[in-house]
Structure formats: structure tokens, C-alpha cells
T-cell receptor
Framework: GAGVSQTPSNKVTEKGKYVELRCDPI?????LYWYRQSLGQGPEFLIY????????DSGLPNDRFFAVRPEGSVSTLKIQRTERGDSAVYLC????????????FGAGTRLSVL | AQSVAQPEDQVNVAEGNPLTVKCTYS??????LFWYVQYPNRGLQFLLK????DNLVKGSYGFEAEFNKSQTSFHLKKPSALVSDSALYFC???????????WGAGTKLIIKP
């Protein structure tokens, strides 16, 4: 079946602009995660959804970052007033549920803030 | 606080030789441990995981990892390396009390023909 899909694959924006990054998880996966990966580093946890609700948003760096998953499937990560430091690859993953389940990752969205 | 260390930025191995990529961790409770591989411009791919049971875990593409509780390590191994194994490898740990995966910085594995 289809894997995790992230769009766009690349996004270039100007400092101060608003961006939305989309994640379409594997069908049937109730858990969805957003991570951010900077060059030369491992992924950094941002937020975790179980169904429609954000079960853990402790990784969001500040209130410019927000994510939704209104119908328990597709999720959108929203970044307001982008800064150059937001430039990174944003990764989305989904899993069936539970702490031992494998997380399946999308190819990521590379965000560049000029 | 949970943490993962991958002490080697890069590991170089000749094709056909055994390989080891090191990982140590720190968690407050029993860990769930994972290895993922990342190829250029592609997403992270799951290799194997340790939850409980046998300390030697076998995974995809002939990889295995050994959980050592006393040394808090989870090293990735393969008996005979292939050039196609060249990629970036990440170790990750999850505390059973939450859903966050904590990741190491990654180790670049280079297999030379």
C-alpha cells in the first residue's frame, strides 16, 4: 500500500511569511508524528497526534508553530512569521498505535526560509 | 532526561567485512530501541527494534543489533557489508512512559569496494 506522503517536497519562502506543510499518513494509522531534522543531526520531536487530538505538543519550539489533524487522517503543520532558523527538513511519521509500534516516515519537506 | 549517543560520525568498512555501528542510550525506565537507515533524499526506513525478550534482534537487509542492559548499548551489526549498505544510520530510544522518539545524531556508514 501507499506510504506516508508529504507535500510539498520542497518549500522556499521569505522571512516573515506563513507556510503550511501537509502529511498524509498510512491508511489506518491512528498515530501521527512531526519531527524536524537539521543538517547533520537526528530528527527532533515536535508533536504527536492520537486520532484528532494532539497528545503531546511539548516539542513545538514556540507559538509560531501549530499543527492540526481535524479528521484523524491528514495533518498540517503550520508555521507563522517564518524565520531563517526554521529552515530544516520537516518529517512526518505514522504508526498503528502504541509505544512499541514502528513509525513509518515520509520523505520529508525541505523548508528554506530566505 | 532521555538521550542517545552515536559516538562515531562516520564508519568506514571494506566490502565483505563485518560492520558495527555503535549506540548507547539513557532512559529512566525500560527502553524501546530502534534503528533506522536514511538514504539520500529518501525518508527514514525502519531496520529493527528491541522491545523485550531475546537480546539479539534481527532486522531487515541482514542487519542485527544486540541489546546490552548493563552497558546501556544497542549496537547495530552485520556480518558481511555490502556497498549498498552505505547510508546514514540512526539509533532512537523511546521511554515506555511517552511516545517521543529520541534520536542520535546519526552515523554515516561508508562501505568501500
Amino acid at each position: 500500500g501507499a506510504g506516508v506522503s508529504q507535500t510539498p517536497s520542497n518549500k522556499v519562502t521569505e522571512k516573515g511569511k506563513y507556510v503550511e506543510l501537509r502529511c498524509d499518513p498510512i491508511s489506518g494509522h491512528t498515530a501521527l508524528y512531526w519531527y524536524r531534522q537539521s543538517l547533520g543531526q537526528g530528527p527532533e520531536f515536535l508533536i504527536y497526534f492520537q486520532g484528532t487530538g494532539a497528545a503531546d505538543d511539548s516539542g513545538l519550539p514556540n507559538d509560531r508553530f501549530f499543527a492540526v489533524r481535524p479528521e484523524g487522517s491528514v495533518s498540517t503543520l503550520k508555521i507563522q512569521r517564518t524565520e531563517r532558523g526554521d529552515s530544516a527538513v520537516y518529517l512526518c511519521a505514522s504508526s498503528l498505535a502504541g509505544t512499541s509500534d514502528i513509525q513509518y516516515f515520509g520523505a520529508g519537506t525541505r523548508l528554506s526560509v530566505l | 532526561a532521555q538521550s542517545v549517543a552515536q559516538p562515531e560520525d562516520q564508519v568506514n568498512v571494506a566490502e565483505g567485512n563485518p560492520l558495527t555501528v555503535k549506540c548507547t542510550y539513557s532512559v529512566s525506565g525500560n527502553p524501546y530501541l530502534f534503528w533506522y537507515v536514511q538514504y539520500p533524499n529518501r525518508g527514514l526506513q525502519f531496520l529493527l527494534k528491541y522491545i523485550t525478550g531475546d537480546n539479539l534482534v534481527k532486522g531487515s537487509y541482514g542487519f542485527e543489533a544486540e541489546f546490552n542492559k548493563s552497558q546501556t548499548s544497542f549496537h547495530l551489526k552485520k556480518p558481511s557489508a555490502l556497498v549498498s549498505d552505505s547510508a546514514l544510520y540512526f539509533c532512537a530510544v523511546r521511554d515506555i512512559s511517552n511516545y517521543q522518539l529520541i534520536w542520535g545524531a546519526g552515523t554515516k556508514l561508508i562501505i568501500k569496494p
